[in-house]
């Protein structure tokens, strides 16, 4: 529970801070993170399976673009909630997406 009014605290604050478009459009990054919520296990473990609902997600921000799918995995947001980006950036590959971008650079971290 202390988690989660944490995450809105971040959120009102990222909502404040937004100007025009970015990465996603719109709509910030550390927001769109929270799409990814299905993602929590995969996103910090290499071995753990993503679910449909997660594979869904990535698929859905994505297809926006790379940069903003790289953005959201490496938001504050993202961060706070546990993912760890450098398992989270498989997450792509592990659902199989056709139109993954391979060898995407996302910051320090380069997509399988």
């Known amino acids: 529970m202390r988690g989660l009014l944490v995450l809105a605290l971040l959120l009102a604050a990222a909502a404040c801070l937004a100007e025009g478009a970015g990465e996603c459009g719109a709509t910030p990054p550390d927001r769109m993170a929270l799409r990814l919520a ?37 938001s504050n947001t993202a961060k706070s909630t546990g993912i760890n980006p450098e398992v989270a950036i498989t997450i792509p590959k592990r659902c199989n997406l056709a139109d993954c971008p391979i060898g995407y650079k996302c910051g320090t971290y380069t997509l399988p």
């Not at 910090?44 to 859905?60: E, F, K, L, M």
């Open 38 to 74: 299905p993602c929590a296990s995969a996103a910090q473990n290499p071995s753990a399976a993503p679910s449909g609902a997660c594979c869904g997600a990535v698929r859905t921000i994505g297809k926006q673009s790379p940069q903003c799918l790289c953005a959201v995995m490496l």
